[in-house]
């Protein structure tokens, strides 16, 4: 019995509950008074029901006109019960809609907070987390935030029917109610495991749904189609987003089939008890000792026992909505065990970095990996000068990137800034003087203003200083060009919104980085040419040192037409710094970094002679 009790206290309904009253205790407060007044009245309306019989009983009997009142009196609280109750049922579906919408608001306000909290981003790499978010937001199952508050609303209504039911069944039989509330209990207890049975296997295999799901997207978004008609992928798709599906669902079945034997033994209980009750309920009626009226009566709190057990798909929604909600609720402490940057303290920052950055002796790999990217990494970054980083793919460049904005923490060694420890500087106020233009940069389907104002959020309506970002990366004449010019949204997706090339979209996101550089502090230019063409990129360079003025600027690029204009030139390998100087003198040394240039000059020139 205890167990069963903390099994009860321990359910996920209760905490989905706790955050339904959260979002709106007034809401909550109207939607449940609505929801037992209206179960109210369905038992007020059995008791009439049976009333109005026993009065058409003695019509027949003993004539219309001794019973007119009673028909008269019951037919008239029969319809004012029935207009109460569509009544209350119209307020209760705006009432509770209104909670459903509030709900829904908090819960995907709770996800973001989660995903957004942490100081780094490993949780986001983390695809175990992932599958956690994806569960937590009902993305995988039937369980829609929303549809706890109708699931709820039916599943009260029922049991609050079946607790009126099983007191006028006591004027029947004192055992006919305590029977079908046992077979009740029988029925649910199988209900309950049935849904655990489908949820568990559900979540365990989300791997296996979240790549059906890919599959899905891959149909419906708009990045993929033109290249799933151009190469014939169509066909595969579909079949793979199936394949994915069933073998996701596979443990779902398998579970079930384990309970169809609990299944038959809880449906021969439920049909025994039932049919017994009803059976006696025939025999005292043909033998007289019940009236028409209260068979009536008790034909109809017989079927309102049903309540005590599930409530059919609102049982299933509520618990597998639940579910997700406790997945939501555990995710800030998933989070915070994948966390890998610590929170620091020291906030002023404004002037840093006015010495150096140093990487000493760093070493890091990814979470769940165990090669490491960088292994005794020594580099140093010299305040207002531009330094440029080339290597072979994998050799950690962007890695460095993400270190450098406090993204990851290095698992040894030191980051410096001015000879302090990055880790004991907060990572807000370090961020707010770093600015980085990343090689996969976000295209914010928003206005023009929005896109590069996104890069100093306080600065955003500093009309003069957007200018100056714009025309300092080209992206002046395109953004005038724009038919509401920088009220433009940036989105074909939206009503007068236009959409752009892959080199103007490089240009909006330069313009962000520059406009964060307004503070000053570190520039990092991560492949911020891959998408321009040729006059663009040399017009861009021949900007270089204007951009770059003042300005601690890290420049990643695989064009060594555009890493040559650096003061500092570094090459990786492997996770270590191997070749450090100015473009002459690396190419005069002869290593790794004269090698790459001279084949990629070599290869220019092939194609000019052509």
């Not at 039911?165 to 006591?170: D, F, T």
């Not at 049909?271 to 007289?288: E, K, P, Q, R, S």
């Not at 190419?587 to 970094?593: H, N, P, Q, R, S």
Request: aromatic content about 8%.
């Amino acid at each position: 019995m205890k167990s069963r009790i903390r099994g009860l206290l321990e359910s996920p309904v209760w905490p989905a509950m706790r955050l339904v009253y959260e979002a709106s205790p007034k809401h909550a407060v109207v939607t449940t008074a609505s929801i037992v007044i209206q179960a109210l009245l369905g038992l007020a309306g059995i008791l009439i029901s049976g009333k109005l019989m026993g009065a058409i009983v003695l019509a027949e009997s003993d004539g219309m006109e001794a019973a007119r009142d009673q028909l008269v009196l019951f037919v008239g609280l029969g319809v004012g019960v029935a207009l109460v109750s569509t009544g209350l049922g119209v307020l209760n579906d705006a009432v509770s809609g209104g909670l459903g919408l509030r709900f829904y608001r908090l819960t995907r306000a709770m996800a973001m907070d989660a995903s957004l909290s942490p100081k780094g981003i490993a949780h986001l790499e983390d695809p175990k987390f992932m599958d956690e978010l994806k569960v937590a937001q009902g993305q995988d199952y039937a369980s829609h935030p929303t549809q706890i508050v109708g699931a709820f609303s039916q599943i009260l209504s029922a049991r609050v029917a079946a607790v009126g039911s099983a007191i006028m069944l006591l004027a029947f039989h004192w055992w006919a109610p305590l029977l079908l509330m046992a077979a009740m209990v029988v029925h649910y207890r199988w209900m309950n495991k049935e849904l655990d049975a489908i949820w568990k296997p559900y979540s365990d295999s989300s791997p296996e749904l979240r790549r059906s799901r890919y599959y899905r997207h891959l149909a419906l978004d708009t990045p993929a189609a033109k290249e799933i008609r151009v190469f014939g992928l169509a066909p595969w798709v579909v079949d793979r987003f199936g394949e994915r599906w069933f073998a996701g669902m596979n443990g779902v079945w398998l579970e079930r089939k384990k309970l169809k034997g609990e299944m038959v033994r809880a449906l021969v209980v439920l049909v025994f008890a039932f049919g017994l009750v009803y059976a006696v309920m025939a025999m005292d009626g043909a033998t007289g000792r019940i009236t028409i009226e209260q068979i009536t009566i008790f034909a109809q709190a017989t079927i309102g026992m049903y309540g005590f057990g599930a409530a059919g798909d609102s049982q299933l929604l509520l618990r597998n909505s639940s579910n997700s909600i406790k997945h939501l609720l555990a995710l800030p402490k998933e989070a915070g065990e994948r966390v890998e940057v610590n929170e620091g303290g020291a906030t002023e920052t404004e002037a840093m970095p006015a010495q150096s950055i140093k990487f000493e002796n760093v070493s890091f790999h990814y979470p769940g990996t165990e090669r490491p990217v960088f292994d005794g990494l020594d580099l140093e970054i010299p305040s207002g000068k531009s330094l440029a980083i080339v290597g072979d793919n994998g050799a950690g460049k962007t890695t460095l990137v993400k270190l450098l904005a406090r993204l990851y923490d290095p698992n040894s060694g030191l980051i410096t800034v001015d000879g302090i420890d990055l880790k004991q500087i907060d990572p807000h106020a370090w961020r707010e003087r770093v600015s980085v233009i990343f090689q996969d940069f976000v295209k914010y389907q928003l206005p023009a203003k929005q896109n590069v104002g996104f890069g100093a959020l306080d600065l955003s309506d500093n009309q003069e200083s957007l200018d100056r970002a714009a025309r300092l990366a080209g992206a002046d004449k395109l953004i005038r060009g724009l038919d509401k010019g920088w009220d433009t949204v940036l989105s074909r997706q939206f009503k007068e919104g236009t959409d752009l090339s892959g080199g103007q979209w490089q240009k909006i996101a330069l313009a962000r980085a520059l406009f964060a550089t307004e503070k000053g502090g570190v520039l990092v230019l991560d492949e911020p040419t891959a998408n321009l063409d040729v006059r663009s990129e040399a017009q861009l360079f021949e900007r270089f040192l204007e951009l770059t003025h003042g300005i601690t600027t890290v420049l990643i690029s695989h064009r060594f037409s555009t890493v040559r204009h650096a003061e500092i030139i570094c090459v990786l390998e492997q996770g270590k710094l191997i070749e450090q100087g100015n473009h002459e003198e690396l190419l005069e040394v002869g290593g790794k970094y004269a090698r790459m240039f001279l084949l990629q000059a070599e290869r220019f020139r092939d194609k000019t002679n052509v």
